[in-house]
């Protein structure tokens, strides 16, 4: 199996990173603070100012390390990236399929509605009783509807615009819900529909977050199979979008990022004090919120779980990159359509 | 019209092992290193320095530049031995081996292929090389026969047809072969033997199934 390599996430103000051999040495004020062996790391991402040497960046390209900068609030600024991977024949049959999407469609739908209502399913099992006779059957609602979309999908609902429809439906009902699912005792930690750029309140910050990690990660993932990032299926082109990678994350954000958020949460590992509000209302992580959030997230992606397909166990982390290892499978010719990722 | 990319002599080997293999390496440009790949590129980084140098009588060539216009092949030869015989030298190519001599002829091939290359590009014939297995640190003579060159022109020509086609062949999955190969985590023999529609099908008709009762 592939190794999980590890991503460093660099978020003190004022950090350097530079080479030194073959390592990736971390200072703060001087001082050494982390020392990582390049065979060792995947990705490097930095947020802020941040200070990176142009050796460093040289070796990350050499070594296929991806290392990407954000700005204060998260936000994409740049990316350091190696020759091209892959080949010119998997981009031009992932060009040709984008012009014909409907079944790679079809499966990135979904994976997403399943493992959705699987992560409502579960609240279910595990707190059903608790929540009250209102909440759980409005849960239980969402459900039923969620599999009648399934069966849609499954009966040969085709037309992209159907399936980004039903998609966009099946987003809608989870979120009417998920509030629900937010049992932490804060009175501050609230739900109040999903809003983002900026979040409005704390649960959206940190699924805002989440999903900007998980992006990265399939990015990456795209890359390093020789896919095009910027030509998706579900989603539409646009310059500077990742569109691939908002493709391939479609299916694990139920899981890997929301299901992380209720449970850090609810878990009280973030409480009200991990968020400030700016002017205008939107809500952001302290920095000390985002260390808890990205420790958790490092060991999340260590877990290992059944994958369906593969039939074999293998990290979380892992996932992205072997779905995009079928994706450009798939499009190569090797397998009859894109297997989705099914949590179960 | 161009005339056709010349097929890197490393990838007959390959081609001989398994000719998906050799299609994901050079088509879809994957590689995987692992334990035996990377003791490969240690032991290559001392033979493809080129160079020469002259050591009882005979003339040594490290990393030399072969290449058939007839076949369209072209590669590097690790060593290339020129042994002085009454009527001039004879080339003798010798190929450098991680491990030991196996039972499959893919090291004999690759050889071979640049025994003909040496026969076109020096007008003489070759009718041996060496392989010299690092693990036993021995040579093993291989004769280029009829057998072996017509193997070599077979493997040269079934590559050629994949490369011209663009085209990855299927997984066959073959215990013997693929328990070794570097690329199995990334050609995936046994998963990619299953239909996908089919598989998509039941996981949403299980996931439908209603709850068993807790």
């Known amino acids: 199996m592939r190794k999980l390599l590890n991503t460093l996430y660099v978020t003190t103000e004022g950090a350097a990173l530079r080479k030194d051999g073959e390592n990736l040495v971390a200072e703060v004020e001087g001082a050494e603070r982390a020392r990582v062996p390049f065979h060792m790391l995947g990705s490097v991402v930095a947020f802020g100012p941040v200070l990176v040497s142009p050796a460093l960046m040289g070796a990350c390209a050499a070594n296929g390390i991806s290392l990407v900068l954000l700005d204060r609030v998260d936000r994409f600024q740049a990316r350091v990236e190696g020759p091209v991977a892959g080949n010119v024949l998997l981009r031009r049959a992932q060009y040709a399929a984008s012009e014909a999407p409907d079944d790679i469609v079809r499966s990135l739908v979904m994976g997403k509605v399943a493992n959705q209502r699987s992560v409502l399913l579960r609240h279910l099992r595990d707190h059903g009783e608790g929540d009250g006779q209102e909440p759980a059957e409005a849960i239980s609602a969402v459900c039923e509807r969620l599999a009648r979309i399934l069966q849609r999908l499954a009966a040969g609902l085709t037309g992209l615009d159907h399936l980004r429809g039903a998609e966009g439906e099946a987003a809608q009902l989870y979120f009417s819900v998920f509030g629900h699912l937010v049992r932490s005792p804060d009175p501050e930690i609230r739900f109040l529909g999903r809003s983002r750029r900026p979040p409005l309140d704390p649960v959206n910050a940190v699924l805002s977050f989440l999903y900007t990690l998980l992006t990265h990660d399939c990015r990456s993932a795209a890359e390093s199979v020789g896919l095009d990032p910027a030509v998706g299926f579900l989603h539409r082109d646009r310059p500077g979008r990742p569109s691939l990678a908002l493709d391939l994350m479609e299916e694990l954000r139920p899981v890997l990022a929301d299901r992380l958020a209720l449970s850090l949460l609810n878990r009280r590992q973030l409480r009200a004090r991990d968020f400030e509000t700016r002017d205008g209302g939107g809500v952001l992580l302290t920095e000390e919120g985002r260390r808890t959030v990205l420790t958790a997230w490092q060991e999340r992606k260590r877990e290992e779980r059944l994958h369906p397909f593969l039939d074999e166990k293998a990290p979380l982390g892992l996932v992205p990159y072997l779905q995009a290892q079928f994706l450009s499978r798939h499009l190569r010719g090797d397998l009859d359509a894109y297997p989705p990722w099914f949590w179960k | ?214």
Not at chain 2, 135 to 159: N, Y
């Open chain 2, 1 to 214: 019209m161009e005339p056709p990319d010349p097929i890197p002599m490393s990838a007959l080997q390959h081609a001989v092992y398994c000719l998906r293999q050799a299609a994901l390496i050079h088509l879809e440009r994957l590689w995987a290193d692992n334990r035996f790949t990377a003791e490969g590129h240690v032991l290559h980084a001392v033979t493809d320095r080129p160079g020469g140098r002259r050591a009882r009588g005979i003339r040594r060539a490290s990393g030399l530049a072969l290449a058939s216009r007839r076949l369209g092949i072209a590669g590097i030869a690790d060593l290339v031995e020129f042994h002085l015989s009454q009527d001039g030298e004879t080339p003798y190519p010798v190929e450098y081996k991680r491990g030991k001599a196996k039972l499959h002829r893919a090291d004999e091939v690759q050889l071979c292929a640049q025994g003909l290359c040496l026969e076109e590009m020096t007008g003489r014939p070759v009718p041996a090389g060496a392989l010299f297995y690092a693990q036993t640190k021995r040579r093993v003579e291989v004769p280029f026969d009829a057998d072996l060159r017509a193997l070599t022109e077979q493997t040269v020509a079934d590559l050629r047809a994949v490369f011209d086609a663009r085209a990855t062949p299927p997984a066959i999955y073959r215990a013997d072969r693929c328990r070794a190969c570097s690329l199995s985590e990334l050609c995936r023999p046994k998963q990619l033997a299953r239909p996908v529609l089919a598989w998509r099908a039941r996981q949403i008709e299980q996931l439908l199934l209603p709850e068993p009762p807790s």
